[in-house]
């Protein structure tokens, strides 16, 4: 019946690239009602495909209505950073949009200027995070062996809007949050809806 169609249909897809653990704090609960594809190159997450976040090439084109990546792009090279985003936005089909979450360079370099590099700027579940710590990765993570928690790149607003915009993403919308992240909805196509943007980023909690 056409019914059933609709509401098969009606359950929205979303890629969580960089997923991490099962049940990740960072995780939205506006996705919670859609199917989750995750993904980490770490098997020891147990995600649906085992591959860096730059190599979506399992996904097919325009299957899904949203990517969501918390922390994740940093811990790419530079150079890996354009096909990443560009992955992103193949996936996604027109009407969706990409929700990403990076350290904020621009603010953690005030700790640094201030010669408080090693100074704890909030605790986490797995300890203290420094300065250092949200600019080169979480050093205990590393120390231990998961040298896949150091970040290779890093950014400031300006770039990070010019790569989305560059990868095909029709409008970028960009906030911070808590002075130390930076926050992106990245739209594949300008949406002619008033407020629609910030009602998306309200729905994600931000």
């Given at each position: 019946?056409?019914?059933?169609?609709?509401?098969?249909?009606?359950r929205?897809?979303f890629?969580?690239?960089?997923?991490?653990?099962?049940?990740?704090a960072?995780?939205p609960?506006?996705?919670?009602?859609?199917?989750?594809?995750?993904v980490?190159?770490?098997?020891?997450?147990?995600?649906?495909?085992?591959?860096?976040?730059?190599?979506?090439?399992?996904?097919?084109?325009?299957?899904?209505?949203?990517?969501?990546?918390?922390?994740?792009?940093?811990h790419?090279?530079?150079?890996?950073?354009?096909?990443?985003?560009?992955?992103?936005?193949?996936?996604?089909r027109?009407?969706?949009f990409?929700?990403?979450?990076?350290?904020?360079?621009?603010?953690?370099?005030?700790?640094?200027?201030?010669d408080?590099?090693?100074?704890?700027?909030?605790?986490?579940?797995?300890?203290?995070?420094?300065?250092?710590?949200?600019?080169?990765?979480?050093?205990?993570a590393?120390?231990?062996?998961?040298?896949?928690?150091?970040?290779?790149?890093?950014?400031?607003?300006?770039?990070?809007?010019?790569?989305?915009?560059?990868?095909?993403?029709?409008?970028?919308?960009?906030?911070?949050?808590?002075?130390?992240?930076?926050?992106?909805?990245?739209?594949?196509?300008?949406?002619?809806?008033?407020?629609?943007?910030?009602?998306?980023?309200?729905?994600?909690?931000?």
């Amino acid at each position: 019946m056409p019914g059933k169609r609709l509401a098969r249909r009606a359950r929205r897809a979303f890629v969580n690239a960089g997923c991490g653990p099962t049940g990740n704090a960072r995780l939205p609960a506006f996705f919670r009602t859609w199917r989750q594809i995750r993904v980490d190159i770490d098997p020891k997450m147990k995600p649906d495909l085992v591959t860096s976040i730059a190599d979506l090439s399992a996904i097919p084109s325009g299957t899904v209505d949203a990517v969501w990546s918390a922390h994740s792009l940093e811990h790419l090279y530079a150079h890996e950073v354009p096909v990443t985003l560009s992955e992103f936005r193949r996936v996604l089909r027109s009407t969706g949009f990409a929700c990403i979450v990076i350290p904020d360079l621009q603010a953690i370099a005030g700790w640094i200027a201030s010669d408080r590099l090693l100074e704890t700027i909030y605790e986490s579940a797995a300890g203290p995070v420094t300065a250092h710590d949200m600019i080169w990765g979480f050093g205990r993570a590393i120390a231990a062996g998961n040298t896949a928690m150091a970040h290779r790149c890093g950014f400031t607003p300006t770039p990070f809007i010019q790569r989305l915009t560059e990868a095909g993403f029709g409008e970028v919308q960009l906030r911070r949050k808590n002075s130390l992240e930076l926050v992106a909805l990245a739209l594949c196509k300008r949406s002619k809806r008033e407020g629609y943007r910030d009602a998306i980023l309200a729905k994600l909690g931000f």
